[in-house]
């Protein structure tokens, strides 16, 4: 007998029929191919987020597709490990498969990320998508797993003295996930040089990074930001409790602001 699943690309089409006549609502996980310093699974930013979605499927009756792991990875370019996709393809690919999931019949289609350079590129191909006409009541746009968490959470996982690519955090994570993805013999400790600064404004991490390909494999000689020696199983499984709280969250204030905000 066929097990049930949520996720859509181990459904059947009748599956699929039956699940859109209870939800209407998709995840899809966005995340990056790209090196995650020598000890960690290059497809981290991809992994990450779909098991979040997993996670997170049941509370809300949502459906999984499949993830999109070719993004914006060109700040490390450099590296072997960078496999990524033109911005203008990218946001391409976002706006038609809004198109093609609203066709289906999904009105709520959720861009779940895990690549912070994805955030912006997403969100305006879920307009340019509105734009080229979806069907009423549907809406399409991005959160990053992250970006409910308390500032206690964040000033725990999220700092620029913890490090945000491939140290404690992230690592964690995948050792929570599958210990086995990781080579904690070849764990390392690398912060980017970042001098001092007067206003210690996130925009100066936005024009050094998004706007420079290359950018990590210049600043970095193993492409790590923080401390991976320090990432532990346990440390990971609280911070994907810390996702999954964020984002049902996130989806539970967005469904109010749609529902209360709008006056015409």
């Known amino acids: 007998m066929k097990r049930s699943t949520p996720f859509l690309a181990e459904m059947t089409n009748r599956e699929l029929e039956q699940f859109l006549e209870k939800s209407q609502t998709v995840i899809i996980p966005v995340g990056a191919t790209e090196q995650h310093g020598p000890h960690s699974p290059i497809g981290t930013d991809v992994i990450i987020p779909q098991e979040i979605a ?25 590296f072997a490990a960078e496999f990524s996709v033109s911005i203008e393809t990218f946001m391409a690919v976002i ?90 013999e070849q764990a390392n400790t690398e912060f980017p040089n970042f001098p001092e600064t007067i206003t210690e404004s996130p925009a100066i991490h936005a024009a050094f990074f998004f706007t420079s390909p290359g950018s990590v494999y210049r600043i970095t000689k193993t492409g790590t930001w923080g401390d991976a020696t320090k990432a532990t199983a346990e440390q990971g499984e609280e911070y994907l409790g810390f996702g999954v709280k964020s984002v049902l969250n996130l989806l539970a204030d967005i469904d109010k602001t749609y529902a209360e905000l709008p006056v015409r």
Request: proline content about 5%; glycine content about 8%; hydrophobic content about 45%.
């Open 54 to 78: 997993r996670r997170v499927a049941g509370e809300i009756e949502a459906v999984i597709a499949p993830s999109l792991a070719y993004t914006l990875s060109y700040p490390h370019r450099g």
């Open 95 to 184: 706006k038609d498969l809004t198109l093609s999931f609203a066709q289906s019949g999904f009105r709520k289609i959720v861009f779940l990320n895990g690549h912070f350079d994805n955030t912006y590129p997403i969100a305006y191909a879920c307009a340019q998508a509105a734009e080229a006409g979806l069907p009423e009541g549907t809406i399409a746009f991005p959160i990053n797993y992250w970006d409910g968490l308390t500032a206690e959470e964040r000033d725990k996982y999220l700092t620029l003295d913890k490090g945000l690519h491939a140290g404690m955090t992230e690592v964690s994570a995948i050792l929570a996930i599958d210990p086995e993805l990781v080579d904690m």
